[in-house]
């Protein structure tokens, strides 16, 4: 609700009154305007609410926009929202009677509203663009999560973009399309992780020959790629305290790799030892991501192994661009100024530790805090 209201709302006034955005309510608390979902209004205009989002979202095929009609509204506090993944579930979220309210009202950035809009066309479109001209101005807004199913096709296709879509999104048929953009979000995730960033360099860093490195990293992807799938689906506990205990672990994960950087020895290296290690390791990691995975897509979505699959090929993807940047150069200093290398390892591997080290007591009071 608030990507369609926030934007909307009035100006303090010298007498400390501000006027609401529409379907909305607010009052002073403790010196902080609060907003909150304004049922009556919502009652006596439920698809005026509806034409904030038919507004905002643009569809248009062949350069021609599309005029959108209001059929359907419903608000609901965000952990009362029914299942919205699949046709079906959008299907039966509209299907109930009326507006349900709920005491006291909600606040607004509690809220979600479910709005169903018909775009009539004169053919049935192949392929369409989507794009939106909401901008509420909202802290963190660049992140957001866009999800768009389409079943224009026997088999539905799934799309993921972040942002605010001010750029229009081509939605096709094509498979490949809708997992590319799954693609692009793993190679994000890892590159915007510098958690798992920094683990990646240490990993590098300890690698002197091509054959070390192929071990390490081929563990670390077999780890990760186990544990996605297994905490994507669940597999995994749900208490409050597992979250902020992988967190930690990841931290943890990152001096360790630091540490056999530094006593990393080309002549005595197992190279089975750090296969293993680094795979245990990456199952750590594995779990991190399927965190993320699961605020992008639900478990009953369509086509799920495609979109797994393909987050997990942009994992990598992002993974092999730190190595392919930064082990040439490192091969470089071990091989034209060798007395040089040592130092290098160092100035790289300190830093990485008490960066690490900080994550760690921060991550474990958070894993105290949980329990």
């Given at each position: 609700m ?7 709302a009035g ?6 009154t ?9 009052a ?9 979902v304004d049922?009556?209004?919502?009652e ?5 609410l ?6 905002g979202?643009?569809v248009?095929?062949?350069n ?5 009609e209001?059929?359907?509204?419903r608000?609901y506090?965000?952990?009362?929202q029914p ?8 299907e ?8 349900e309210q ?5 606040f607004v950035?509690d ?9 009539p066309s004169?053919?049935s479109?192949v ?12 802290e963190?807004q ?20 972040r ?5 229009p999104v ?6 490949w399309?809708?997992?590319r ?5 793993g190679v994000?995730h890892i590159?915007?992780?510098y ?7 240490c ?7 091509i054959?070390?490195?192929a071990w390490r ?17 669940g ?15 990841i ?7 630091a ?11 197992n190279y089975m030892?750090?296969?293993v ?7 750590l990691?594995?779990l991190?991501?399927s ?9 009953t979505s369509s086509?799920i192994?495609?979109s ?10 992002g993974?092999?661009?730190?190595v392919?940047i ?5 091969y470089?200093?071990?091989?034209f100024?060798?007395?040089r290398?040592?130092?290098?390892k160092?100035?790289m591997?300190?830093?990485?530790i008490?960066?690490a080290?900080?994550w760690?007591g ?5 894993f105290?805090?949980?329990i």
């Amino acid at each position: 609700m608030p990507y369609l209201v926030a934007s909307l709302a009035g100006d303090e006034q010298p007498d400390g009154t501000k006027e609401p955005a529409p379907f909305t309510t607010n009052a002073l608390v403790d010196g902080e305007w609060m907003h909150y979902v304004d049922y009556a209004a919502i009652e006596r205009d439920a698809l005026g609410l509806g034409k904030l989002a038919a507004v905002g979202h643009i569809v248009s095929s062949s350069n021609i926009e599309l005029v959108p009609e209001v059929k359907a509204v419903r608000v609901y506090r965000g952990i009362s929202q029914p299942p919205f993944s699949t046709l079906k579930e959008a299907e039966r979220a509209f299907k109930t009677g009326e507006q349900e309210q709920v005491t006291p009202a909600p606040f607004v950035g509690d809220s979600v509203v479910d709005v169903q809009l018909f775009y009539p066309s004169a053919e049935s479109l192949v392929s369409y663009q989507l794009s939106s001209s909401l901008d509420p101005g909202l802290e963190g807004q660049e992140d957001t999560a866009n999800l768009i199913l389409d079943y224009a096709d026997a088999e539905p296709t799934i799309f993921r973009i972040r942002g605010l879509l001010k750029e229009p999104v081509a939605i096709s048929r094509s498979t490949w399309q809708a997992a590319r953009t799954f693609v692009v979000e793993g190679v994000r995730h890892i590159l915007a992780g510098y958690d798992h960033v920094l683990f990646v360099v240490c990993l590098v860093l300890g690698a002197s020959l091509i054959t070390s490195l192929a071990w390490r990293i081929t563990g670390f992807t077999i780890g990760h790629s186990i544990t996605l799938t297994l905490g994507f689906f669940g597999y995994v506990p749900s208490a409050a305290w597992f979250i902020p205990l992988i967190e930690t672990g990841i931290a943890v994960s990152i001096i360790i790799a630091a540490v056999m950087a530094l006593n990393a020895s080309q002549s005595k290296e197992n190279y089975m030892s750090a296969f293993v290690l680094t795979m245990l390791i990456g199952m750590l990691h594995g779990l991190g991501f399927s965190f993320v995975l699961q605020e992008i897509l639900s478990v009953t979505s369509s086509n799920i192994w495609i979109s797994l699959l393909s987050f997990n090929v942009g994992v990598e993807i992002g993974q092999l661009a730190i190595v392919l940047i930064l082990w040439p150069v490192l091969y470089a200093i071990s091989k034209f100024m060798p007395h040089r290398f040592n130092m290098v390892k160092w100035v790289m591997a300190i830093p990485c530790i008490a960066i690490a080290a900080y994550w760690t007591g921060e991550r474990t009071l958070g894993f105290l805090n949980a329990i």
